[in-house]
């Protein structure tokens, strides 16, 4: 069975960094995306950072310039580097990939951003 688990969410002020770490296992599989996602209370999930096998990425235009994506095939690791975080930026931080149209998710890591 695929599990997802995050790892490096936390509490920091404005303007500092984290890492965020999604670790997989239970499959020798591919994954075709890994990505992030999250999501602040009362509000939607969304996007923040996708890459893909060829290693081509997608930032949404809030991560553009401050986030930046990267996996390991080896591992089936992905990693997400913040810099300026900033207090919108407080959410739970979701890793999923996908795979043959299957889609998994971890259970995901708080971020939170004081001012």
């Known amino acids: 069975q695929v599990q997802l688990v995050e790892s490096g969410g936390g509490l920091v002020q404005v303007g500092g960094s984290l890492r965020l770490v999604c670790e997989a296992s239970?499959?020798?599989?591919?994954?075709?995306?890994m990505g992030w996602y999250r999501q602040a209370p009362g509000k939607q999930r969304e996007l923040v950072a996708l890459?893909?096998?060829?290693?081509?990425?997608d930032l949404a235009e809030f991560a553009k310039g401050r986030f930046s994506i990267s996996r390991d095939e080896g591992h089936h690791t992905v990693y997400m580097r913040m810099n300026n975080l900033r207090p919108e930026d407080t959410a739970l931080y979701y890793c999923?990939?996908?795979?043959?149209?299957?889609?998994?998710w971890g259970q995901g890591t708080q971020v939170t951003v004081s001012s």
């Open positions: 999923k990939a996908t795979f043959a149209g299957d889609e998994y």
């Open positions: 239970g499959t020798n599989n591919k994954f075709n995306e």
């Open positions: 890459i893909r096998r060829g290693i081509s990425t």
